[in-house]
Nanobody
Framework: QVQLVESGGGLVQAGGSLRLSCAAS????????WGWYRQAPGKQREFVAL???????MYADSMKGRFTLSRDNAKNTVYLQMNSLKPEDTAVYYC???????????WGQGTQVTVSS
């Protein structure tokens, strides 16, 4: 079993920045895909950004140029740097890991991002 713990959410003004972290712990895993989704109130969960194996890093169109995904393999952590935040970026951000080793898919508990206008 892999546990995902997100952190870094908060309240920020429009135009500001936040960096989210997702730390994986527990069982060994081989990343098939690892990244972020978000869910705004009253809306469906949507894709934000993803590392894929062995493919490219993927971003939703509305995040390209503003959000950057990175990772620290030694710390088993992925990061989402979010710049030029907009009120419409307000959502709960969820980390997701697809494990090639077990075929399991994991979600974190979510971290709230609120962007004020």
């Amino acid at each position: 079993q892999v546990q995902l713990v997100e952190s870094g959410g908060g309240l920020v003004q429009a135009g500001g920045s936040l960096r989210l972290s997702c730390a994986a712990s527990g069982s060994a895993f081989i990343m098939n895909a690892w990244g972020w989704y978000r869910q705004a109130p009253g809306k469906q969960r949507e894709f934000v950004a993803l590392f894929t194996r062995p493919g490219p890093t993927m971003y939703a169109d509305s995040m390209k140029g503003r959000f950057t995904l990175s990772r620290d393999n030694a710390k088993n952590t992925v990061y989402l740097q979010m710049n030029s935040l907009k009120p419409e970026d307000t959502a709960v951000y969820y980390c997701n890991l697809d494990d090639q080793l077990t075929g399991r898919n994991y979600w974190g508990q979510g971290t709230q991002v609120t962007v004020s206008s």
